[in-house]
């Protein structure tokens, strides 16, 4: 969650550029691409950071059970992911679930 609230407000607060959390089975990497489009992030990407899972830990994103998938933010700090409510599920020692309001707000439940 954490990650994803900074890489929100660099969205919000870098208007121009773009901002992804790419999330795999095996980790996760934030990207900053230089420009936005309608449809999400676009342009040239430089990679700003990255996170290998620990002990069998993993993301899925709760709407379709994947666990690859990209999270773009856009200048509000809404993401790309049409979801309200439960949207990712976290199972590391315990599973959380991570909300994203249609407004952008990150909490867990």
């Known amino acids: 969650m954490a990650e994803m609230r900074k890489v929100q407000q660099k969205a919000m607060n ?6 992804r959390i790419a ?3 095996n980790g996760f990497e934030t990207i900053q691409f230089d420009g936005r489009d309608n449809t999400g992030c676009i342009g040239t990407q430089s990679p700003l950071d990255s996170q290998v899972f620990q002990g069998g830990a993993n993301l899925t994103l709760i709407s379709n059970h994947a666990n690859s998938f990209n999270l773009d933010f856009d200048s ?7 979801c309200n409510g439960n949207c990712i599920e ?6 959380l679930l991570i909300n994203i309001s249609s407004e952008g707000y990150i909490y867990a439940n």
């Open 14 to 19: 870098n208007t121009d550029r773009c901002y």
């Open 23 to 25: 999330v795999s089975a």
């Open 90 to 95: 976290v199972m590391a020692d315990e599973t």
């Open 76 to 82: 509000y700090g809404r993401t790309s992911l049409a």
